[in-house]
């Protein structure tokens, strides 16, 4: 018989951990090996760790707490109690003592603060993993390690993996459609706890442009190596698609909802526009288009009226056409899908008509409280490359008829 426990030798074991925690916590290894020793001791006799029991004292006494007692008392103790609760001591100190709790949780089981923390090998989308196939899965828990048995990789209820309890993580292959993921742990003690359900998609099935990539001409300042261009495309995917990225003729990453983006273009140079689309699971679909801006200044355009020739080295080859007489004109006939109309614009800038293949498209009102020079200010776009006429009409605006042109851009 020990002499750990005045009065209580005879129906308890004592377990001695070494140091003084009146102020210093213990180590976890040492809350451990107590929890071990407790687990395995009282295993023997189908004793829970985190239950209570009831001892006969050996002797008078009064506890640290002010408790007393006679000897022949029954007194309730948790099964797991520090030496305090039977005797007028400090032991075990009371960093030590506060974490007596813990010690039972842990020597008792189940396994706690088990849960899924990621899954490699997928991509999440809100609260769904999406995968080809091969995924892997980590997880962790509160409990220590050493306390746990193994560890059970479950996909749809099914153990797809076995690993010990020093390890956090196992692979699996999973067959096409919705599973449900999650890990079992296994105490020492035997009992078991199950995380929460992580969903996982696979999925092989690639993106789509149900709208491929397609090039137009938009507003903003015309250079001749920096034509601005919209370029824009529909992405989808029939399980999440995660974004759409421009590998060519730059590199960009676009949001899954995003369907266009604005770039500029060398003029009279080919461009390619590739496009990848990329779902959450990895799967990948690639698109592209080409187009080459070209300009065609005002010197090849037909007139028509009174036109005057400006000379700046702020306008497209140096030149410019200006006309302040009603129903002047300038045309010009290309073959293209998109095409937009130059100009330069200030304060005293009147108004212009513009006709499509003979037909009156717009009225644009180039007045302009800042001037600007090689200003693309209106645009036109056509599903298919074709060919087409563009007029230019001067309105003859009352106060300020003048405007001046630059030529026009078209897409080919």
Known sequence: MGAHAYGFNSETTGISVLGTYTDVAPSEAAMVSVARIAAWKLGQYGVSPSGTTTLTAGADATNYFGKSWSAGAQLSFPVIHGHRDGYNTQCPGNQLYDRLATVRSWATGPVTGLAIKSVTGAGLSGTTYYTRAGITVNWSATTPASLISKYELLVDGKTAATTAGSTTSAKATLAVGTHQIQVRATHQSGKTAVSAIATAVAETTAPSFPTKPNLSLRTGTVNTTAVPVKLSWKATDNA??????????????????????????????????????????????????????????????????????????????????????????????????????????????????????????????LKSPTTKYRDALWTKTWPTCAKHTIKIVVAGTTGRPAITTDGIVYLK
């Open 240 to 365: 999440a698609l995660k974004e759409v990225r421009l590998t060519a003729p730059l590199a960009a990453t676009y949001g899954p909802t995003t369907t266009s983006a604005n770039h500029t273009s060398k003029s009279g140079a080919a461009t390619s526009w590739s496009m990848t689309a990329y779902d959450h699971a990895g799967n990948s679909a690639t698109s592209s288009v080409a187009g080459t801006p070209v300009i065609l200044q005002e010197t090849a355009a037909t007139k028509s009226g009174t036109w005057t020739t400006k000379s700046s080295t702020s306008y497209l080859g140096g030149k410019s056409y200006s006309s302040s007489a009603k129903n002047a004109s300038l045309s010009w006939t290309f073959t293209g899908r998109s095409v937009a109309w130059a100009v330069s614009r200030a304060s005293t800038s009147g108004q212009a008509h513009i006709y499509i293949d003979g037909t009156k498209a717009a009225t644009v009102d």
